[in-house]
């Protein structure tokens, strides 16, 4: 389910579970946690390369654990990293990441692009967060680093809309660095990572250092708040509904269940 190889002094990570989309499972999470400790500390690893077999780079969680998850906890089995164990090490990562975007891109998916140091897309790309659809909040600190990235008001509408966002709209706001043609996109991410892994490993990780090591608490604050927030959601009425639609093939009807169960604005509005 994950893919390592060594081009030279770049580490390229291939995300491999076509069947699911490249969807995160836990052994997924944990692959792919693991994958990032191991180039950490591989001294001839200047640069990694993460990319996704298929027609998807990631199709996020994996909705059928994540349905076990709401519907019945007590059989959910955690890995040993998990999602949280990702975003950690994804937090941490100290050198070069770049990420090859080869196809759609949904939820954890798009979400980890903003750990990446630049970001390369295919023309044939999308990306959507669909966390409004599912009734629940952001995640992976994408409530600060899309801000960061972004502007506050196209990462709101990324972020609230659950809308599709095509390869040109990423380049135009800011998500991705680079788009380029399926077949050369990961030959000219492979060219931009070699460039990068030519130079010394200590002054790629200490220039890294020096640029995101002021966000890291900023991260941990929005983490925090996003579990909070993802704590009140999931299980709800709304969320409830949003999985049982997706089961069925059916939009969800949020209009009904906010009728019947009037937001606590209060409750929600609270830290």
Excluded at 20 to 32: I, R
């Amino acid at each position: 389910m994950l893919h390592v190889r060594d081009d030279g002094r770049v580490r390229v990570v291939t995300l491999d579970r076509p069947e699911a989309l490249n969807a995160f499972n836990e052994a997924l999470y944990d692959a792919a946690a693991d994958a990032l400790i191991d180039a950490a500390a591989a001294p001839g690893v200047a640069v990694v390369v993460l990319t996704g077999t298929g027609r998807a780079f990631s199709a996020g969680t994996d909705v059928v654990e994540m349905a076990t998850l709401t519907t019945d906890p007590g059989s959910y089995e955690k890995g040993r990293h998990g999602f949280p164990g990702l975003i950690d090490q994804l937090t941490v990562f100290p050198k070069p990441l770049l990420c090859a975007v080869n196809g759609m891109a949904l939820g954890i998916g798009a979400t980890l692009l903003g750990y990446a140091d630049l970001v390369l897309m295919s023309t044939e790309a999308k990306v959507r967060c669909p966390f409004t659809d599912l009734a629940v909040a952001p995640e992976a600190a994408s409530s600060y680093l899309f801000p960061l990235l972004l502007g506050r008001q196209e990462a709101s509408w990324l972020l609230m809309s659950s809308a599709w966002l095509t390869a040109e709209d990423c380049a135009r706001i800011g998500l991705a660095w680079r788009v380029t043609a399926p077949e050369t996109l990961l030959p000219e991410t492979l060219e931009v990572a070699h460039h990068l892994a030519s130079k010394p490993i200590a002054s790629l990780v200490e220039t890294k250092r020096t640029v995101v090591a002021a966000h890291r608490d900023l991260i941990a604050a929005a983490r925090a708040r996003e579990d909070v927030a993802f704590s009140r959601l999931l299980g709800q009425p709304a969320s409830l509904e949003a999985f049982a639609a997706l089961a069925e093939r059916r939009p969800p009807d949020f209009t009904s269940v906010d009728a019947a169960h009037p937001v606590d604005i209060e409750h929600h509005g609270s830290d």
